[in-house]
């Protein structure tokens, strides 16, 4: 099977003016004198360049943040293999997958939701890897936008998953949305709010900046929510025209195992290699704070 090549550098320039192959360049350059790193593609670095504004100093903050988390952060960037049972149950348990359509600022919509309201089979980490893994591919094949919303339908979120998630997983997976992801986030809306969103959210806010705060919105009912988005562009279960939640996961599900290859190559070839890195080597630890300073909150 051959490994999915993405968007090209070319296909990006088009797309985008403010892209400069100068930049690029300037970028190749940098990574070069940053042993610790992998090789990097250049619709990666168009990436992340577009996600930051084409401002080269943040940009470099994300690559370096990147790929340093996903080195990190076994528990969510390891043992991607869509076929592994773990991730075959959460898949089961989880959907994400893209809405068609732009909302009226010309905005990506990714929609995430349980499929199974029982919390005995729910995995925090493994949940949020069928996540990133959906938004890697999906990065890859679609390359930059003009921004991204997400839409959670929590409409079958308990306290049960709640207590579920440790305080210390959902730490680090803030952070590494909020400091390595190369999207332009522009929204979060969670929609059929139920009162164990309220725990969610007490739990996630000391991990998020206020900028993420800020572009937060809860909805109750489709009319709010349909300030924001095409309502047609949800599943029919939510009272949209697109199709079943079950198939549109499918659909989802069938691309990463396409793209099996893709993953096994990333998770062997795209990490930093601390022994190489110039200054002192970072570690878990480091990045994200001492694992047994959430024991008092551990409720798994």
Request: glycine share 4%.
């Amino acid at each position: 099977m051959s490994i999915i090549k993405g968007i090209t550098l070319e296909e990006e320039m088009k797309k985008n003016s403010q892209l400069k192959l100068s930049d690029i360049q300037s970028l190749r350059e940098w990574c070069k004198k940053q042993p610790h790193l992998p090789k990097i593609e250049d619709n990666f670095l168009a990436l992340f360049l577009h996600s930051n504004y084409y401002q080269m100093e943040p940009t470099k903050n994300t690559i370096e943040n990147y790929y340093t988390i996903r080195t990190h952060l076994p528990e969510i960037f390891c043992n991607r293999d869509p076929f592994e049972k773990e991730l075959r149950q959460a898949f089961k348990i989880a959907a994400v997958f893209p809405l068609n359509g732009l909302t009226k600022d010309g905005y990506k919509m990714i929609l995430s939701t349980l499929m199974d309201s029982d919390p005995s089979f729910y995995n925090y980490n493994n949940c949020i890897k069928y996540a990133i893994m959906f938004s890697d591919i999906y990065l890859l094949m679609n390359g930059t936008n003009d921004g991204t919303i997400f839409i959670f339908d929590v409409s079958k979120l308990s306290f049960g998953h709640v207590m579920r998630i440790n305080p210390m997983g959902m730490k680090k997976h803030l952070y590494y949305l909020q400091e390595a992801m190369p999207i332009r986030l522009k929204a979060i809306h969670f929609l059929n709010a139920t009162p164990a969103m309220e725990l969610w959210m007490n739990m996630a806010k000391p991990f998020m900046k206020n900028e993420l705060i800020d572009i937060i919105h809860f909805h109750l009912s489709l009319e709010s929510i349909s300030e924001y988005i095409p309502v047609d562009a949800l599943p029919n279960e939510m009272g949209g025209k697109a199709d079943s939640v079950h198939k549109l996961a499918e659909i989802q599900v069938k691309e990463l195992e396409d793209n099996r290859e893709w993953f096994l190559l990333d998770e062997a070839t795209r990490r930093v290699n601390e022994a190489l890195r110039i200054g002192k080597s970072k570690t878990a630890n480091g990045l994200f704070g001492i694992e047994g300073n959430f024991k008092k909150l551990d409720i798994d």
